[in-house]
Nanobody, 120 residues
C-alpha cells in the first residue's frame, strides 16, 4: 500500500510563498503519476497539479498556472508543490495523491493533507 505524508503547510500572507512536500513510501510499478489536490471549506475537492512519475510531463490547473510548480525527486520518492504569489483563495487543505495504471486519482492513495491558509 502506497503511503503519502504531506508537510509544509501553514499560514502565509497574500503574495507569499510556500513549498509543500510529499514523502512517498510503498511505491509499486502501478504508480503512473503523482498529483496535488486541494479542498477549501464548503467547496469541492479540485485538481491542482500532477506529474508523470516516470517522465517529465506536468499539468497544472488554470487557476494556479504561472504561480505553482509541481516537481519530483524519484530517487528520494518525494513530490513537491512550490506555491508562489499566493492568494487568499488558495487557502485549503492540500492533498498528495497517487494515480495508478488503469485508474484515475480517486482510485489511488491519498495523504492526510496539509493545511494552507493565506491571509489578506
Amino acid at each position: 500500500q502506497v503511503q503519502l505524508v504531506e508537510s509544509g503547510g501553514g499560514l502565509v500572507a497574500a503574495g507569499g510563498s510556500l513549498r509543500l512536500s510529499c514523502a512517498i513510501s510503498g511505491l509499486t510499478l502501478r504508480t503512473t503519476a503523482m498529483g496535488w489536490f486541494r479542498q477549501a471549506p464548503g467547496k469541492e475537492r479540485e485538481f491542482v497539479a500532477a506529474v508523470v512519475w516516470t517522465g517529465r510531463i506536468t499539468s497544472h490547473a488554470d487557476s494556479v498556472k504561472g504561480r505553482f510548480t509541481i516537481s519530483k525527486n524519484n530517487a528520494n520518492n518525494m513530490v513537491y508543490l512550490q506555491m508562489n504569489s499566493l492568494k487568499p483563495e488558495d487557502s485549503a487543505v492540500y492533498y498528495c495523491v497517487e494515480r495508478r495504471a488503469g485508474s484515475d486519482f480517486a482510485g489511488g492513495s491519498w495523504g492526510q493533507g496539509t493545511e494552507v491558509t493565506v491571509s489578506t
